[in-house]
């Protein structure tokens, strides 16, 4: 009967080693299945309108001589052309979209994340467009588009958009311009917007430059306010003249290159840009802005 204490250790080796072997089985089954699982839910969340290869490849679409490129890419970005006069065919920008003009692309530091954004700029129905894009893990995402309405302004509108630093070194903010008026009025103003995580907030507005008429006095005669300001450490500063002027002579005419059909014109700037003499100065005022952590915006120190 010797071979029943063989027998026994037999089994009880085997039942060991089987159990051992199912142990480690279920380990590995449960690392490679993780392991397969979690591509296949990032690649799920990746695919979606929401990205793109790269911003070099939303440029060329926007520049694309092929209409269905320049279509799709619009259609992705889900901009929409702005209705601005009385008739406008809005279902052939639709299906035949213009080419972007003056496209151009920086990559630039607007927030504090290791990684640049990318500042794509152009201009369409003689209104600027800036996208901001951000990369992450599925490719480059759109997370900010803005415009600005430039009224009696040259074209092509080549200071529309700057990138001071003004609340931390290196780090780039957006200040958009703007302007408004009519026959007799002109106000032109400077909005400062900062990336905060996927959102663009306004932090400051100024004013740089207005011209109203002087009551009942002549209409060449205006009152006139121009603000000169500065970036740096200690905020914005700011220097504001207030004076009389008087517009003298015609409006200058300029010229431009249009890349959209590829040809010169020419026109007659607003008749804010006549020359003028300065008739009489009414105030010279100094005022700082002071960014304020608190509020999340620039304050009147």
Avoid at 175 to 181: Q, V
Wanted: with cysteine; glycine share 4%.
């Amino acid at each position: 009967m010797r071979w029943k204490p063989r027998f026994i250790a037999f089994i009880v080796c085997f039942a060991i080693g089987f159990l051992v072997a199912a142990v480690v089985a279920a380990i590995l089954r449960r690392h490679f299945s993780r392991r397969l699982s979690e591509p296949a839910s990032t690649s799920s969340l990746c695919v979606t309108n929401n990205y793109f290869n790269s911003p070099e490849e939303v440029l060329a679409a926007l520049k694309s001589p092929e209409v269905n490129a320049r279509k799709r890419i619009f259609s992705q970005l889900l901009l929409r052309p702005d209705i601005g006069t009385i008739y406008y065919d809005y279902e052939r920008d639709l299906n035949y979209p213009e080419r972007a003009d003056r496209a151009l692309l920086r990559y630039v530091q607007l927030d504090d994340s290791t990684e640049t954004e990318a500042l794509l700029t152009f201009v369409r129905f003689e209104h600027p467009v800036a996208l901001v894009f951000k990369q992450d893990a599925c490719g480059w995402r759109l997370v900010a588009a803005i415009s600005s309405w430039l009224r009696f302004e040259d074209y092509p509108y080549d200071n529309w958009l700057s990138l001071p630093e003004t609340i931390e070194p290196s780090i780039h903010q957006l200040l958009i311009r703007e302007s408004h008026g009519d026959a007799t009025t002109y106000v032109r103003k400077a909005r400062l917007f900062r990336l905060n995580g996927n959102a663009l907030t306004q932090v400051a507005e100024l004013e740089e430059e207005a011209i109203e008429p002087l009551g009942d006095g002549p209409s060449d005669v205006k009152r006139h306010r121009l603000n000169h300001y500065n970036f740096g450490a200690s905020g914005i500063t700011s220097e504001v003249t207030d004076e009389i002027i008087q517009l003298n002579g015609a409006a200058p005419r300029y010229s431009y290159w249009l890349e959209t059909d590829g040809s010169w014109h020419a026109r007659e700037s607003n008749w804010n840009r006549r020359p003028a003499t300065r008739v009489k100065t009414l105030n010279v005022s100094k005022g700082v802005l002071k960014w304020n952590p608190q509020e999340g915006r620039f304050v009147k120190s």
